[in-house]
């Protein structure tokens, strides 16, 4: 059974920082894209920040330079330091696990809270 569990989010001031971490599990995972997400209500959900297997990063403009995203293949787990958060900020923040080409997989989180105080 695949299980794709995020941690580490929380309530914090604007300015702070947060550590994201995602562990999927119960699957063959090889050449994939890992991504985060997030959501706020009556909003279509938008791309954070993404990783490839090889470790090319992709950032949003709203992230860029305070956010990082990073990935242990063999470890199966990614994470994304968060730093200078502002309340714009705030939302559930989603992991995805993605292969495009066969054999294709799209396995997501339940999702984690952040909310920026400001």
């Known amino acids: 059974q695949v299980q794709v569990v995020e941690s580490g989010g929380g309530l914090v001031q604007a300015g702070g920082s947060l550590r994201l971490s995602c562990t999927y599990s119960?699957?063959?995972?090889?050449?994939?894209?890992t991504a985060w997400y997030r959501q706020t209500p009556g909003k279509q959900r938008e791309l954070v920040a993404s990783?490839?297997?090889?470790?090319?990063?992709n950032y949003a403009d709203s992230v860029e330079g305070r956010f990082t995203i990073s990935r242990h293949n063999a470890q199966n787990r990614m994470w994304m330091e968060m730093n200078d958060l502002r309340p714009e900020d705030t939302a559930v923040y989603y992991c995805?696990?993605?292969?495009?080409?066969?054999?294709?997989?799209?396995?997501w989180g339940q999702g984690v809270q952040v909310t920026v105080s400001s």
């Open positions: 995805r696990v993605r292969r495009s080409m066969p054999p294709v997989y799209d396995y």
């Open positions: 119960g699957h063959n995972f090889f050449g994939d894209v």
């Open positions: 990783i490839t297997s090889g470790g090319t990063t």
